[in-house]
């Protein structure tokens, strides 16, 4: 990215603006590239001086996937102007105004362009089918918006659902009744109708559309960039950035994304299921690959049709991050424990349900619309608290200076910057992971692509730019022998052409695998993971009393856990997992013997 930013900057003046942090990107900085979000942001914005930086505010759930603190959303936005975010796209995963309204106003106080979003779902040219998401209903949170005194105002088309009559009968509908708003249309071209969609915004009264370059674009991403510019070129909507600008960008990604060719999910064409399942684009590819980490792979069509399912019987809900989180858990707990919708009604007083959809029907990411399921909702939510308001207002502020001391007696005295608290604020465990990973090596962003992906050759040579004028010349010269009792290694090289050792952990070498004992069916005192997953923590000793649906540990499997409650009351006879341990389905959490 720093490569090219200077080049962008130039080729890409006259865009309204980049995208810094969507969806995940956030999250997945630190949590699996190992960077710093912030310095990125820091990084860019030094490169491109001259183009706005955008993001998406999740409203109160900022940029994570759970309800924080008013004050952490304040402060987050406030820290995100300072180093260089413009426009801030502020959604709520249920259109939930009241979320809406705090975003908007954390915006405002930071001094930023504030963007305030409706995010699309199901068809305003067939209202039949999702009765409760029509024109009028979009109208009237848009009316609700504009009377906020907003800047701009979005439109996401999180899943590529907005189709090219249906944009524009809406988009048109929003100009006729505003003529003066600005409008931002943002979608992703799953369904292959996503270039068709956004000329039809532009021509209906859309100010801005969000494209990718074209060899980033298509399928779960934005639509094509160089397709959208070449067709408006020398018409009334004129981008008036030369398609051969688009081209030159398009080299570098083309080649740049062979290099993350191992992690490409394979999705080879358009997928116009997406219509009767709904899911966003930004889930789609995870979904798939977290289907394929449960065992599920093979099972992606009935992943599909369950997500689909999920989402009836939860009341058909507006689907984006985290509501679509909740909708995806739900989908994957049915699929692998060979449950339908109709299943999970009936028996829902009984089941283990994933966090998400728990805390979902508590209330913790709002009030959907229509409300909840109620008799689902209580099945599920039993006696857990519940909110029926918004859940911010219930959440006592964060006290920023304790954060600061606990963070510090564990990474060190003067080591955590303000930013370092909102990272630390929004994603405990993953930010302490980063640290951690931080201390051990350094800093990873430094490393070329090529070699942070796979290792050196032997006599294979490098150089790494520490800063100006600094740079590290490395020769990889051979590897010692395996260390059986530490499982770890001498690696030999040359620094700068002096001779350097180090001795570092094999991360190849496996620990055996111990056979668990299974649950028997058959046994209703026996409690068997309902998931693959590992188990983040235990919350029943031997010797317990338990009463049925207690919880008795918690699976964490790809950002997805799951409550494992007790089938059945009585007392715990034995317990045969501990915090660490990974599961598969069916495996033996503990046993119960009734009083």
């Given at each position: 990215?720093?490569?090219?930013?200077?080049?962008?900057a130039?080729?890409?003046?006259?865009a309204?603006?980049?995208?810094m942090?969507?969806?995940?990107?956030f999250?997945?900085a630190?949590?699996?590239l190992?960077?710093?979000p912030?310095?990125?942001l820091d990084?860019?914005?030094?490169?491109v001086?001259?183009i706005?930086?955008?993001?998406?505010?999740r409203g109160?759930?900022?940029v994570g996937?759970?309800?924080?603190p008013?004050n952490v959303?304040?402060?987050f936005?406030?820290?995100?102007?300072a180093h260089?975010v413009?426009v801030?796209?502020v959604?709520?995963?249920?259109?939930?105004v009241?979320?809406?309204?705090?975003?908007?106003?954390?915006?405002?106080q930071?001094?930023g362009?504030?963007?305030?979003?409706?995010c699309?779902?199901?068809d305003v040219t067939?209202?039949?089918?999702h009765?409760?998401?029509t024109?009028?209903y979009?109208?009237?949170?848009?009316?609700e918006l504009v009377?906020?005194?907003?800047?701009i105002?979005?439109?996401?088309?999180m899943?590529?659902?907005?189709k090219?009559?249906?944009?524009?009968?809406l988009i048109?509908a929003?100009?006729?009744?505003?003529?003066?708003?600005?409008i931002?249309v943002?979608t992703h071209?799953?369904?292959g109708?996503?270039?068709?969609?956004?000329?039809?915004?532009v021509e209906a009264?859309?100010?801005?559309?969000d494209?990718?370059?074209d060899?980033m674009?298509g399928v779960?991403?934005?639509?094509c960039?160089?397709?959208v510019?070449s067709?408006?070129e020398?018409?009334?909507?004129?981008?008036?950035?030369?398609?051969?600008t688009?081209h030159?960008?398009?080299?570098y990604?083309?080649?740049t994304?062979?290099l993350?060719s191992c992690?490409d999910p394979?999705?080879?064409a358009?997928d116009?299921?997406v219509y009767?399942?709904e899911?966003?684009?930004g889930?789609y590819?995870?979904?798939?690959?977290?289907?394929?980490?449960l065992?599920?792979g093979s099972r992606w069509?009935?992943?599909?049709?369950?997500?689909a399912?999920?989402?009836r019987?939860?009341g058909?809900l507006?689907k984006?991050t985290?509501?679509?989180?909740?909708v995806g858990?739900?989908?994957q707990f049915?699929v692998s424990?060979h449950?339908s919708?109709?299943?999970?009604?009936?028996?829902?007083a009984?089941?283990?349900?994933p966090?998400?959809?728990?805390?979902f029907f508590q209330g913790?990411?709002?009030?959907?619309?229509?409300?909840?399921p109620?008799?689902l909702?209580?099945?599920?939510?039993r006696d857990?608290?519940r909110?029926?308001g918004r859940?911010?207002a219930?959440l006592a502020?964060?006290?920023f200076?304790?954060?600061?001391r606990?963070l510090?007696d564990k990474?060190?005295?003067?080591?955590i910057?303000?930013?370092?608290?909102?990272?630390?604020?929004?994603?405990?465990?993953?930010f302490?992971e980063?640290?951690?990973?931080?201390?051990?090596?350094?800093?990873l962003?430094l490393?070329?692509?090529?070699?942070?992906?796979?290792?050196?050759d032997?006599?294979e040579e490098?150089q790494?730019?520490?800063d100006v004028g600094?740079?590290?010349?490395?020769?990889?010269v051979a590897?010692?022998?395996?260390?059986?009792d530490t499982?770890r290694r001498?690696?030999y090289?040359?620094?700068?052409g002096e001779p350097?050792?180090?001795t570092?952990?094999?991360?190849?070498?496996k620990?055996?695998v111990?056979?668990?004992?299974r649950?028997?069916?058959?046994d209703?005192?026996?409690?068997g993971?309902?998931?693959?997953?590992?188990v983040?923590e235990?919350?029943?000793?031997?010797g317990?009393?338990?009463?049925?649906g207690?919880?008795?540990c918690?699976?964490s499997a790809m950002?997805?856990?799951?409550?494992?409650?007790?089938?059945?009351?009585?007392?715990?006879k034995?317990?045969?997992?501990?915090?660490g341990?990974?599961?598969?389905?069916?495996d033996l959490?503990c046993s119960?013997?009734s009083e």
């Amino acid at each position: 990215m720093e490569r090219i930013a200077p080049t962008t900057a130039h080729a890409l003046a006259g865009a309204f603006a980049l995208e810094m942090w969507g969806g995940a990107t956030f999250d997945v900085a630190m949590r699996f590239l190992h960077e710093d979000p912030w310095d990125r942001l820091d990084r860019l914005r030094a490169l491109v001086p001259n183009i706005p930086f955008q993001m998406l505010l999740r409203g109160a759930n900022a940029v994570g996937y759970t309800s924080y603190p008013d004050n952490v959303v304040y402060e987050f936005c406030k820290q995100a102007r300072a180093h260089g975010v413009d426009v801030f796209r502020v959604f709520d995963s249920l259109n939930y105004v009241e979320n809406l309204k705090l975003g908007i106003d954390a915006v405002r106080q930071a001094n930023g362009v504030v963007e305030a979003t409706v995010c699309y779902t199901g068809d305003v040219t067939n209202p039949a089918r999702h009765p409760k998401y029509t024109l009028e209903y979009y109208l009237d949170i848009v009316d609700e918006l504009v009377a906020l005194d907003i800047h701009i105002l979005g439109i996401k088309d999180m899943a590529g659902l907005l189709k090219p009559r249906a944009a524009r009968l809406l988009i048109g509908a929003i100009r006729e009744r505003h003529p003066d708003l600005p409008i931002h249309v943002h979608t992703h071209d799953t369904a292959g109708a996503g270039v068709a969609s956004m000329i039809a915004c532009v021509e209906a009264g859309a100010d801005i559309i969000d494209l990718a370059v074209d060899s980033m674009s298509g399928v779960t991403s934005q639509p094509c960039m160089g397709a959208v510019v070449s067709a408006l070129e020398g018409s009334e909507y004129d981008t008036g950035i030369p398609p051969e600008t688009v081209h030159t960008l398009n080299a570098y990604w083309e080649q740049t994304r062979l290099l993350y060719s191992c992690f490409d999910p394979g999705v080879k064409a358009a997928d116009t299921s997406v219509y009767a399942h709904e899911m966003p684009g930004g889930q789609y590819t995870n979904l798939l690959f977290q289907a394929q980490s449960l065992g599920l792979g093979s099972r992606w069509k009935d992943v599909k049709a369950a997500y689909a399912e999920a989402n009836r019987i939860c009341g058909d809900l507006v689907k984006v991050t985290p509501s679509s989180k909740v909708v995806g858990d739900m989908a994957q707990f049915m699929v692998s424990n060979h449950l339908s919708g109709d299943d999970v009604l009936e028996r829902a007083a009984t089941l283990s349900f994933p966090r998400s959809v728990v805390e979902f029907f508590q209330g913790y990411l709002g009030q959907p619309v229509g409300g909840f399921p109620e008799e689902l909702r209580a099945a599920i939510v039993r006696d857990a608290p519940r909110i029926d308001g918004r859940p911010g207002a219930a959440l006592a502020p964060l006290d920023f200076d304790q954060l600061r001391r606990d963070l510090e007696d564990k990474w060190g005295p003067g080591s955590i910057r303000d930013v370092d608290l909102l990272s630390a604020a929004l994603y405990p465990a993953v930010f302490d992971e980063f640290q951690a990973v931080r201390q051990k090596y350094g800093n990873l962003s430094l490393i070329p692509t090529p070699l942070f992906l796979s290792p050196l050759d032997i006599n294979e040579e490098i150089q790494v730019q520490l800063d100006v004028g600094k740079r590290l010349i490395i020769r990889y010269v051979a590897l010692g022998p395996l260390q059986t009792d530490t499982a770890r290694r001498d690696v030999y090289f040359e620094l700068n052409g002096e001779p350097r050792v180090a001795t570092v952990d094999d991360a190849s070498v496996k620990p055996e695998v111990v056979a668990r004992a299974r649950a028997d069916p058959a046994d209703k005192g026996q409690l068997g993971a309902p998931m693959s997953g590992a188990v983040v923590e235990v919350k029943v000793a031997v010797g317990d009393s338990v009463a049925a649906g207690q919880a008795v540990c918690i699976l964490s499997a790809m950002k997805m856990e799951t409550v494992v409650g007790a089938p059945a009351a009585g007392v715990v006879k034995s317990l045969d997992v501990a915090v660490g341990d990974n599961l598969g389905t069916g495996d033996l959490i503990c046993s119960i013997a009734s009083e």
